[in-house]
């Protein structure tokens, strides 16, 4: 990408726009924070990302297009993962050892701190993907003061329940084939999953079986992740594109453990509206096993949308529907 192409990527032209890549203290270390809007006077969304090191400000123009004419939309870089984690490389082994469900809690507090410092807003929203959406679910129940409200996208229930139902489905659908491949497969896959809240190298070797299967029968409309995107981005160095494909898994233990032992139904009880969202499709977070709790949710206002023919990252299959659920609910009297 020649120089003025990658410029007009970084900064495009928009007289009351806000971009910035930036890497202020957050709980005690350097974390990255991309800031990015075409107006300074749009509500300020901050996108919590899933993974744990799942990471989007590397493709953000790809898979949040169109978020920018809205809202002033915030990335941010957990501990560990992408810039963040070359920031603080030499220091990642210890950084491995938090991830407390209280260290994301003050991790997001201190990145709403700063973008008070940057940006111009008394509340804002707060978007969690998949694992984030454990995390900044857990937010939103403790500091609604700083919010106008929350959604959940492919919102993180339990993480053996989440497995189940799909190894269900898959295996009722390889048996209907006759493929015994596959049902060897899913079989083999939970033999892995871990007994005790500690990730495991062989689960996660074995989890590219359950991806794979997961998407071959039920994430048939999902679009591939965009790696041609991603290998132009100018966001990203060489060596933080290479670390979105392959990242030492053990440079999360905490984080994982926290994402297994965690379970969105022990509370259920907001003070600020909740929108959330789910593919159809979606074999990691089912919105079949949120809907069975839906009605436990305490908020002023609730909503649960569901999109057609998309999976997990429901925003990037089928974008411009996305982001019309979340605009239209943003704009409703009760939010703004």
């Known amino acids: 990408m020649s120089k003025s192409k990658r410029n007009k990527v970084l900064f495009p032209d928009s007289e009351n726009g806000i971009y910035l890549y930036e890497y202020p203290m957050i709980n005690g270390i350097k974390q990255y924070v991309q800031i990015r809007g075409r107006s300074k006077n749009n509500p300020v969304l901050l996108f919590v990302h899933g993974g744990p090191g ?114 269900e489905t898959v295996e009722k659908l390889a048996s209907d084939s006759q493929n015994k491949g596959d049902l060897k497969k899913i079989q083999y896959f939970k033999s892995t999953i871990p007994t005790e809240p500690k990730m495991t190298r062989k689960f996660m070797k074995s989890y590219r079986i359950y991806n794979m299967l997961g998407t071959k029968y039920i994430s048939k409309h999902a679009r591939p992740f965009p790696v041609k995107e991603l290998m132009k981005s100018p966001f990203l160095d060489f060596r933080e594109k290479m670390s979105m494909f392959k990242h030492d898994y053990t440079m999360f233990d905490r984080s994982y453990t926290t994402m297994m032992e965690y379970d969105f139904r022990r509370n259920t009880n907001f003070e600020i509206p909740l929108l959330f969202v789910f593919g159809n499709e979606d074999y990691v977070c089912h919105a079949s096993l949120f809907e069975e709790i839906f009605d436990d949710i305490s908020a002023p206002e609730k909503k649960l949308e569901v999109i057609e023919n998309a999976g997990h990252s429901c925003f990037y299959d089928r974008p411009d529907e996305f982001l019309k659920i979340v605009s239209d609910f943003v704009s409703t009297d009760y939010i703004v």
């Open 54 to 167: 799942g990471s989007l400000a590397g493709i953000c123009n790809v898979v949040q297009r169109g978020w920018e004419d809205k809202f002033t939309v915030v990335n941010w870089d957990q501990c560990n993962s992408c810039k963040t984690y070359f920031a603080n490389k030499n220091n990642a082994e210890a950084i491995a050892g938090t991830g407390t469900l209280e260290d994301y809690v003050q991790d997001i507090d201190d990145v709403i701190s700063y973008l008070h410092t940057v940006c111009e807003f008394d509340k804002l929203i707060l978007m969690g993907f998949s694992w984030g959406s454990a995390i900044a679910a857990e937010y939103a129940k403790r500091h609604p003061e700083n919010l106008l409200c929350y959604i959940g996208v492919g919102q993180y229930t339990e993480f053996y329940k989440g497995f189940e139902v799909t190894c």
